[in-house]
């Protein structure tokens, strides 16, 4: 399968300007029995006050290529040791309120193991971001719930196309691993 690409606009707030781009990476993380893992963050910033669903990731930082920033990512959030099976693609979208364009690196992973968690304090403080291990049916009901909010709307319109393609490669790796 090629690469997801998609191209979305902030339709919650108004679109005054754009100040910079934000280089994330961000993971369908999941297990041998296909359960996913993400992370729940309960916000309340200027985005307003949210409990929302997430693929784990974050910001590239100077220095770092796509991949070691990812599995950084994976550690701290989740505490997850992971292998990088697929890229699934870029998702480019926009938070208007805060000025900021996004270019998002998704990557399909495959959980080796788990170990300790490594939040910074601003996520503790600010996001008390958890860990959620769902089936494919209870994440999608997570992110359409979560769309209630403006900024979970933002998320799923995000992350259900993406969650969605990578089932589809789950579902090919496995059946060309059972034609073996």
């Given at each position: 399968m090629k690469e997801l690409n998609l191209q979305l606009k902030d339709t919650e707030w108004p679109l005054e300007y754009i100040d910079h781009d934000r280089q994330i990476v961000r993971a369908i993380v999941f297990d041998d029995q296909e359960n996913y893992y993400f992370v729940r963050a309960k916000r309340d910033d200027d985005f307003g006050k949210a409990t929302l669903i997430e693929t784990s990731g974050g910001g590239v930082e100077a220095g770092e290529d796509l991949e070691t920033a990812l599995k950084r990512e994976l550690k701290e959030e989740l505490g997850a040791e992971v292998e990088i099976?697929?890229?699934?693609?870029?998702?480019?979208?926009?938070?208007?309120?805060?000025?900021?364009?996004?270019?998002?690196?998704?990557?399909?992973?495959?959980?080796?193991?788990?170990?300790?968690?490594h939040l910074t304090q601003q996520e503790i403080d600010n996001f008390h971001l958890?860990?959620?291990?769902?089936?494919?049916?209870?994440?999608?009901?997570?992110?359409?719930?979560?769309?209630?909010?403006?900024?979970?709307?933002?998320?799923?319109?995000?992350e259900l196309p993406v969650l969605k393609y990578a089932?589809?490669?789950?579902?090919?790796?496995?059946?060309?691993?059972?034609?073996?």
């Amino acid at each position: 399968m090629k690469e997801l690409n998609l191209q979305l606009k902030d339709t919650e707030w108004p679109l005054e300007y754009i100040d910079h781009d934000r280089q994330i990476v961000r993971a369908i993380v999941f297990d041998d029995q296909e359960n996913y893992y993400f992370v729940r963050a309960k916000r309340d910033d200027d985005f307003g006050k949210a409990t929302l669903i997430e693929t784990s990731g974050g910001g590239v930082e100077a220095g770092e290529d796509l991949e070691t920033a990812l599995k950084r990512e994976l550690k701290e959030e989740l505490g997850a040791e992971v292998e990088i099976m697929h890229k699934i693609g870029i998702v480019s979208d926009y938070y208007n309120l805060i000025h900021r364009h996004n270019i998002n690196n998704y990557y399909l992973c495959r959980v080796k193991s788990f170990g300790t968690k490594h939040l910074t304090q601003q996520e503790i403080d600010n996001f008390h971001l958890s860990t959620l291990k769902l089936n494919y049916e209870e994440a999608v009901a997570e992110y359409e719930k979560c769309a209630a909010t403006k900024i979970g709307k933002l998320i799923a319109a995000r992350e259900l196309p993406v969650l969605k393609y990578a089932k589809k490669l789950i579902g090919e790796d496995l059946k060309r691993s059972k034609a073996k």
